[in-house]
């Protein structure tokens, strides 16, 4: 069975796909891209977007996301990869953005520890990024 022919799929596609029209539609308002926008939200507020949504119930959404997961070897960021890729293929979401997403997707499904491991790699991987940023504006200074 494919992706889009399991319905769990297709439920975490059509959840996820409200989200990020959502996002898209606030990154543009901020006049931002959409990593900067969802860095700027952090996992505590991709986390209460996710509790807003009322197109899909959470419990729903918690035993699609777990089945999907495990089909991936309990994978969670091949999980989501694979919701967000059919939700818009090459969806721009950087490595360090993926983290926090599903850092959220875990707490919002209640798996609180693994969801704080993962963003706090999201977060580590920004601030390497910020760091490598001023050290490059530094060199390119001199």
Known sequence: ???????????????????INQWYSEAIQNGVDINTHLRNK?????????????????SDFCQCFQQIYKML?????????AILGLVIPGLPIAKDILDIIVGSA????????????????????LALVAALALIGLAIKRR
Request: hydrophobic share 35%.
């Open 1 to 19: 069975m494919s992706y889009q022919q399991n319905p769990c799929m297709q439920l975490l596609v059509s959840f996820y796909s409200n989200l």
């Open 42 to 58: 952090g996992k505590n507020g991709i986390l209460m977007d996710m509790k807003k949504m009322s197109n899909i119930k959470q």
């Open 73 to 81: 070897n309990n994978q969670p960021s091949a999980a989501i990869s």
């Open 106 to 125: 875990l707490d919002y499904c209640g798996f609180t520890s693994q969801g704080n491991k993962l963003a706090l790699v999201g977060i580590i991987g």
